[in-house]
């Protein structure tokens, strides 16, 4: 079984900062992608940045020079640091994770619970 625990959500201001994190637990054998999503209120949910096991990334238009997704491989654990927030940011982000358990022989797709960024004054 795996887990993908977040953490970092919660209320901002706009023109302010938040830095979300998440780590896999579980019987790992390799982590391929990971990325954060984000569903904001009637609407589908949507990418907002990737990043692959080499440190490629990408992002959606709307984040592109307010966000940056890192990595850290050593500790499993993918970042999303959210600088000049708009209060069109407001959302439930979701990390996801590409990974091969170690008792299962193809990568599969997991998803963490979600954490609610409010940007609001």
């Known amino acids: 079984q795996v887990q993908l625990v977040e953490s970092g959500g919660g209320l901002v201001q706009p023109g302010g900062s938040l830095r979300l994190s998440c780590a896999p637990s579980?019987?790992?054998?390799?982590?391929?992608?990971m990325a954060w999503y984000r569903q904001a209120p009637e609407k589908e949910r949507e990418l907002v940045a990737a990043i692959t096991s080499g440190g490629s990334t990408n992002y959606a238009d709307s984040v592109k020079g307010r966000f940056t997704i890192s990595r850290d491989n050593a500790k499993n654990t993918v970042y999303l640091q959210m600088n000049s927030l708009k209060r069109e940011d407001t959302a439930v982000y979701y990390c996801?994770?590409?990974?091969?358990?170690?008792?299962?022989?193809?990568?599969?797709?997991?998803w963490g619970q979600g954490t609610q960024v409010t940007v609001s004054s």
């Open positions: 996801n994770a590409k990974l091969r358990m170690t008792y299962l022989p193809s990568p599969e797709s997991y």
């Open positions: 579980g019987s790992i054998f390799s982590i391929y992608s």
